[in-house]
């Protein structure tokens, strides 16, 4: 087998438009054009639940990889594993790759978080080494009792970006949140915040899967509309990456009230625009945006949030769609130092870089 051959399997399509999919996709071209030779199996069922579909369709994947060849598995196909994988766990060479561990997953009820925890557990024990992408995550994963001699770390690289500058003449701050709609991200958090603030001048914009979970994003969609603020919130869905650049070009802040990230790569996107970031302290978030570029409070805390967001608004807006205000301010200052750091973010091809050096670290030839 060739050194640089991998076979890569995948929940689902790659082409979804999720940060653990963008990375994974970004990671089999930057790989791909670094000579490996990449195999991508896109599983299909129910994941992270793990329906029979998901039980069978791995294990299927897996009988009709070859002895001994190197498997990367994205750590969401795990609630698929069964003991009839155990088998093929032994006879191929599987490193795991992790965004997060399920069985962080806020919101998960007790029974399903320790069943997650046993399944995971169970497999970083049986392959031959875990990939993570960031170095919370790894930290995660050793208090959980995994071996840190079998963990690498590949954090996700940033495009180079033209920077954000912001709505247009007369426009109020425009603020930006791009996630699926699904309650780990803290939309609701979200809306209750800008409705405490609805006295300043603002506008949301929500970037992110409508589809995902529909009934909780239909919920967020029923709030704003409750709350009278629905003329100053725009739901854009998942869109094309020409409409996702205008929303950052046209954006003044960028917030995301998640209850837990592994890593936050769109924290980092905003970061590369030049934004300053409005987020949570939650999982791995204070370790991915600068402190001086960002305001970060307690993940589901709306009185925090709307007073962070608060402090980066001015109740006059001018001409310019500024103000002289200490709001704006606030709001250019985090700007500045998110710009200077835009230029020193890791690019994909350094990534790819880490994650190379971090397969062949595990399953050299």
Same mark, same amino acid.
């Given at each position: 087998?060739?050194?640089?051959?991998? $076979?890569?399997?995948?929940?689902?399509?790659?082409?979804?438009? !999720?940060?653990?999919?963008?990375?994974?996709?970004?990671?089999?071209?930057? @790989? #791909?054009?670094? +000579?490996?030779?990449? $195999?991508?199996?896109?599983?299909?069922?129910?994941?992270?639940?793990?329906?029979?579909?998901?039980?069978?369709?791995?294990? &299927?994947?897996?009988?009709?990889?070859?002895?001994?060849?190197?498997?990367?598995?994205?750590?969401?196909?795990?609630? *698929?594993?069964?003991? %009839?994988?155990?088998?093929?766990?032994?006879?191929?060479?599987?490193?795991?790759?992790? $965004?997060?561990?399920?069985? &962080?997953?806020?919101?998960?009820?007790?029974?399903?978080?320790? &069943?997650?925890?046993?399944? =995971?557990?169970?497999?970083?024990?049986?392959?031959?080494?875990?990939?993570?992408?960031?170095? #919370?995550?790894?930290?995660?994963?050793?208090?959980?009792?995994?071996?840190?001699?079998?963990?690498?770390?590949?954090?996700?690289?940033?495009?180079?970006?033209? @920077?954000?500058?912001?709505?247009?003449?007369?426009?109020?701050?425009?603020?930006?949140?791009?996630?699926?709609?699904?309650?780990?991200?803290?939309?609701?958090?979200?809306? %209750?915040? @800008?409705?405490?603030?609805?006295?300043?001048?603002?506008?949301?914009?929500?970037?992110?899967?409508?589809?995902?979970?529909?009934? #909780?994003?239909?919920?967020?969609?029923?709030?704003?509309?409750?709350? +009278?603020?629905?003329?100053?919130?725009?739901?854009?869905?998942?869109?094309?990456? %020409?409409?996702?650049?205008?929303?950052?070009?046209?954006?003044?802040?960028?917030?995301?009230?998640?209850?837990?990230?592994?890593?936050?790569?769109?924290?980092? &996107?905003?970061?590369?625009? *030049?934004?300053?970031?409005?987020? !949570?302290?939650?999982?791995?978030?204070? $370790?991915?945006?600068?402190?001086?570029?960002?305001?970060?409070?307690?993940?589901?805390?709306?009185?925090?949030?709307?007073?962070?967001?608060?402090?980066?608004?001015?109740? =006059?807006? *001018?001409?310019?769609?500024?103000?002289?205000?200490?709001?704006?301010?606030?709001?250019?200052?985090?700007?500045?130092?998110?710009?200077?750091?835009?230029? @020193?973010?890791?690019?994909?091809?350094?990534?790819? =870089?880490?994650?190379?050096?971090?397969?062949?670290?595990?399953?050299?030839?």
């Amino acid at each position: 087998m060739s050194i640089s051959a991998l $076979h890569f399997l995948v929940p689902g399509s790659l082409q979804q438009l !999720t940060g653990g999919y963008l990375y994974d996709a970004r990671m089999v071209d930057a @790989l #791909f054009s670094r +000579g490996w030779r990449i $195999h991508v199996h896109e599983v299909s069922g129910v994941f992270p639940k793990g329906d029979f579909e998901a039980c069978r369709s791995l294990i &299927e994947t897996l009988a009709n990889l070859p002895d001994n060849a190197r498997v990367l598995i994205d750590g969401l196909l795990l609630g *698929g594993l069964s003991e %009839q994988a155990e088998h093929h766990w032994r006879r191929l060479r599987i490193i795991v790759l992790v $965004h997060h561990p399920v069985s &962080e997953e806020p919101g998960l009820p007790n029974s399903e978080k320790k &069943e997650f925890a046993k399944l =995971e557990m169970g497999a970083y024990k049986m392959s031959i080494g875990v990939i993570v992408t960031s170095a #919370f995550t790894a930290r995660v994963l050793t208090d959980a009792g995994v071996d840190r001699r079998m963990v690498r770390i590949a954090n996700p690289g940033t495009d180079s970006a033209e @920077l954000a500058v912001g709505p247009g003449d007369g426009a109020p701050p425009q603020l930006l949140t791009v996630a699926a709609i699904i309650p780990r991200k803290g939309h609701d958090v979200l809306v %209750q915040a @800008l409705y405490k603030i609805r006295q300043l001048p603002w506008s949301w914009v929500c970037v992110g899967s409508l589809e995902r979970e529909r009934d #909780f994003a239909e919920k967020i969609r029923k709030q704003v509309v409750e709350r +009278g603020i629905s003329d100053r919130v725009t739901f854009i869905g998942e869109c094309d990456r %020409q409409t996702l650049d205008r929303s950052y070009a046209g954006s003044s802040i960028f917030v995301l009230p998640s209850y837990y990230e592994g890593f936050g790569m769109v924290l980092t &996107e905003a970061i590369s625009r *030049g934004l300053p970031v409005v987020s !949570t302290d939650a999982g791995a978030i204070r $370790h991915t945006v600068p402190s001086k570029a960002s305001l970060l409070v307690p993940p589901g805390d709306a009185d925090a949030l709307s007073e962070a967001l608060g402090s980066l608004l001015d109740r =006059e807006v *001018g001409m310019s769609g500024n103000s002289r205000g200490p709001g704006a301010v606030r709001r250019r200052r985090l700007a500045a130092e998110a710009r200077r750091v835009s230029d @020193l973010l890791p690019t994909w091809r350094t990534a790819a =870089e880490k994650l190379e050096v971090g397969i062949l670290s595990l399953a050299p030839e």
